[in-house]
């Protein structure tokens, strides 16, 4: 039998009449390799460091200083205009409805294609077992391919927009989604399916009745918290020609001086609506997951 305390290698074993003695050996153990990863963990982030110091424009000890010089710049600028912060609040509001459009259209067309990977690439469910691997393969690369990648392409291809965005937050999405659906698929109770094969009933006929009313609420509650993440994302994308409120922070920061309150209302807005969107999603993920 293997001592799975201190390994299969041969070698010096602890007296294991004597409790006390074995668990000091054990703590010394457990310290010794924790000082390892410890020591390459400080070495790794050293040498990262220094080599992202030595790689970037100017020094980061040097810049220090000016840390706090622009936020200071931007926000004596919008105290000095703050007359025109509602104003520019009303000038921006149909922009962050347009991100929030895109967050939202991405969400419910990544969901639909995680829901159909995801029941593909389960263990138990799937309609062609054989072809688990491929699907799950086809999520890691949805989830590996960052959306401002797939947006700087089909900004290419499309032109500027919102449609760019809404394809590479969906693809993106479908990846990550379908890995977390498929997870919670993974545990549904398999008795209902067996019961629906009994009766002759199809795939999706089992996907649908025996499968998915189990694992609704976690789908949904993922979902929604998919969605918070996506509206963030989509404002980032802005910054690239993918429309939405993204693209007129973009263009406020480039002007510089003198359009600083714009840049103030811009993210006032996006703060307000992240934190709105994040307590309702936090009630609405309460009641489905624990029924409160």
Known sequence: MVDIAFGPEPGRRPDLSDPRAAYLDLLRRKRMYGGVLLVL??????????????????????????????????????????????????????????????????TLLGALGAVMLSLLA?????????????????????RAVPEIVIALVLIFILGGGPVPAVIAIA????????????EVAENA???????????????????????????????????????????RASAILGFVGSGGIGHDLKLAMQWGQGRYDQVVAIFLLLFVTIVLIDRLSDRARARLVKGA
């Open 189 to 231: 109770d398999l008795k209902p399916v067996e019961g629906l094969t009994s009766v002759g009933a199809s795939w999706g006929q089992r996907m649908l009745l025996g499968v998915i009313p189990q694992v609704a609420p976690n789908w949904i509650s993922y979902a929604l918290l998919r969605f918070e993440i996506n509206v």
């Open 41 to 106: 963990f400080v070495g790794l982030m050293a040498s990262g460091w220094i080599l992202a110091n030595d790689r970037n424009a100017g020094g980061f000890w040097n810049g220090l200083p000016m840390l706090g010089a622009f936020p200071s710049e931007v926000l004596s600028e919008a105290w000095a205009n703050r007359a025109n912060l509602p104003g520019r609040l009303v000038e921006f509001f149909p922009s962050l409805i347009e991100t929030i459009n895109i967050a939202a259209v991405s």
């Open 122 to 142: 389960t263990r138990g469910l799937a309609r062609w077992p054989r072809a688990i691997p491929l699907f799950r393969r086809l999520m890691d690369t949805f």
């Open 171 to 182: 693809v993106h999405t479908t990846g990550a989604l379908g890995k977390l659906f498929s």
